[in-house]
């Protein structure tokens, strides 16, 4: 992703996002094992993504939501309601 968004190493996104070269290598090779949400964050300010895109290769913007009024009509899973 970094490499369509214009960047061409490790090196340039780590200085775009402000994080450490090692960080930045570790996520642009995908060896990193411990995800740092304040690195990802950076990166994805970087990128000008949404961390989904970075998570998700599927994600999307487009994707349908949740209907409010469906979701409060059908409750949540699990609760059992109140009487009196």
């Given at each position: 992703?970094?490499?369509?968004?214009?960047?061409?190493?490790?090196?340039?996104l780590a200085d775009a996002a402000g994080i450490s070269y090692n960080t930045a290598y570790g996520y642009w090779k995908d060896t990193t094992v411990n995800l740092n949400r304040h690195a990802l964050a950076k990166i994805c300010e970087a990128l000008g993504v949404h961390i989904y895109a970075?998570?998700?290769d599927d994600f999307t913007f487009t994707r349908p939501k949740a209907d409010p009024e469906s979701v409060?009509?059908?409750?949540?899973?699990?609760?059992?309601?109140?009487s009196g």
């Open positions: 992703m970094a490499e369509a968004k214009g960047y061409s190493n490790a090196r340039e970075l998570i998700d409060r009509a059908s409750g949540r899973p699990g609760r059992k309601k109140r």
